[in-house]
């Protein structure tokens, strides 16, 4: 079976090695303009074509029976394994739209701040911009308002913040929304139905917006200080309320959904209708509202200020010690707050304020006080009259709680293979891991998952014990 499917494989990469080889070359004669050589290209393009239909069309046909068989064989194993590789598709994708979208939110912002605005300016023009990247000179102008005729090619940014949205939505959905029980919900927080967790996960997205849309057009948005404040103390109160209400990781996700939605349904309610209108207003000669263009440009900002927060939780499921944190809610306000902060150094920087001198040093005492805050407590006081526990005890409960998803045959229904490739099968991996078991199992209580294997507190303490007597075998 893996012979065919590496045959399947290799037949793809083929064609589309083929295929883009062919292409090329035909394109340079073409652009030769040689005509005898047109001519037979044309014939070769015909052939090249139904080539192409062919090989896709088997390659489709013969990818689908496999699929079916390997499923109907082996449902089981197969559907995480689909679930999987579907999720890896969507997060890639996820990923590199939401690169182009931060990158350009970065780089306009970085526009904006460094126009000169003073030396030489035709009268419409805001400002201009000399930059040099990857061995050309560019030459940037930014308009007051609009020109006086609309170019016929106008590049919009917008594909990049629908699309980071519409995937983020949609790896909700596959990991924490489809598997609910599971990842969303864990009843040492909240016993609740995993229908329910959706829909409060998903009414979370919609009031943040309203609540911020609604803060937006009222006069407060001028009062930027007191904008900032208001929108970080709803933030932390729905990072503290959704910290009471999922598993923990869910939670953080849902405080980066919320502010993701914020920046996408800005660039869709606001900053491109605003534009459409600019556009229009331009096109047809009337008066431009010259507030359109501000209210886009204030949403555009306070975008840009949402971006390391939101990157933040989403690199967080790595680091356990903030969202496994007894203060995880706190944690996340404060990283966002110091991101804040940077991110405002870096635009006034740009702006050519050389003189903060508090801002990065606070930021980084900011980093500093949560690394500390979130350190574990010394358990020497504790533990150190502990009654010996042995490593029987330790096996005992690792395969009771935690060998069903972390070993090489598992038999929960989600890991048909280890996490991580974390298994615990034999003494000597467990001794090898003991160092994460510490982290994961006593110290942040992160695992088991959504502790779905129902460990006890005496339990952990036990592992607690045994490493802190050494952590021996014998
Ligand atoms: C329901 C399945 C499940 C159970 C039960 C479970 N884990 Fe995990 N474990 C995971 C998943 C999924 C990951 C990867 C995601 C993550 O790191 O949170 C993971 C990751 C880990 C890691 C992280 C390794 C690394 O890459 O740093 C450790 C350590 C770990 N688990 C230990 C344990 C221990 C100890 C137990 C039992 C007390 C346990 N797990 C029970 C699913 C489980």
Not at 90 to 98: L, S, Y
Not at 427 to 445: C, G, K, S, Y
Request: charged share 15%.
């Amino acid at each position: 079976m893996t012979t065919l499917t590496l045959l399947c494989i290799l037949a793809v990469v083929v064609w589309v090695g083929l295929t883009i080889t062919l292409r090329i070359s035909n394109r340079e004669k073409a652009r030769t303009g040689d005509l005898d050589l047109v001519d037979s290209i044309t014939t070769k393009a015909r052939i090249i074509a139904t080539f192409q239909k062919v090989a896709l069309l088997s390659s489709i046909i013969l990818l689908s029976a496999l699929a079916f068989k390997l499923y109907h064989d082996n449902t089981a194993y197969m559907e995480p394994h689909i679930l999987e590789w579907i999720n890896l598709v969507v997060r890639w994708t996820h990923v590199v739209f939401g690169i182009a979208w931060i990158g350009a939110s970065f780089y306009f912002i970085f526009l904006e701040n460094s126009l000169n605005r003073t030396e030489g300016l035709k009268d419409d023009i805001a400002g201009n911009l000399w930059a040099l990247h990857g061995g050309g000179f560019y030459y940037i102008e930014k308009y007051k308002v609009a020109p006086e005729k609309i170019p016929q090619h106008l590049h919009w940014f917008k594909y990049e913040a629908y699309f980071t949205w519409l995937t983020g939505f949609l790896l909700l959905f596959i990991v924490y929304y489809f598997n609910a029980s599971s990842f969303l919900i864990d009843k040492e927080v909240l016993d609740i139905e995993p229908n329910t967790g959706v829909a409060i996960g998903i009414g979370s997205l919609v009031v943040s917006w309203i609540f911020y849309d609604v803060l937006c057009k009222s006069p407060l948005v001028n009062k930027n200080f007191l904008f900032l404040v208001i929108m970080f103390l709803f933030t932390a109160g729905a990072a503290y309320v959704l910290c009471n209400v999922f598993s923990a990781r869910a939670a953080y996700i849902h405080v980066g959904a919320l502010l993701g939605t914020i920046m996408a349904a800005n660039v869709f309610f606001v900053i491109i209708p605003s534009q459409k209108a600019l556009v229009q207003a331009a096109k047809d000669g009337t008066e431009l509202d010259l507030t359109l263009g501000q209210k886009a440009g204030l949403r555009s900002l306070h975008n840009n200020y949402f971006t390391l927060p939101v990157v933040f939780v989403m690199i967080s499921s790595h680091y356990p010690s903030t969202y496994g944190s007894e203060w995880n809610w706190a944690v996340l306000a404060g990283l966002s707050a110091v991101s804040i902060g940077v991110k405002h150094f870096w635009n006034i920087y740009e702006q050519g304020e050389l003189y903060n001198r508090w801002l990065l040093p606070a930021a980084v005492i900011g980093l500093i006080a949560l690394a500390l805050v979130t350190a574990p407590s010394n358990p020497a006081t504790r533990l150190k009259d502990a009654p010996a526990v042995s490593f029987q005890e330790v096996q005992a409960i690792i395969n009771e709680r935690c060998t069903n998803c972390h070993s090489a045959t598992p038999t929960d229904k989600v890991w048909a293979t280890a996490p991580n490739g974390i298994m615990f099968d034999t003494p000597e991996q467990i001794v090898n891991m003991t160092d994460r078991i510490l982290n994961r199992a006593v110290i942040t209580r992160t695992m088991p998952q959504a502790n779905q294997t129902g460990m006890k507190q005496e339990e952990r303490d036990a592992i607690e014990i045994w490493i802190y007597q050494g952590a021996k075998i014998k």
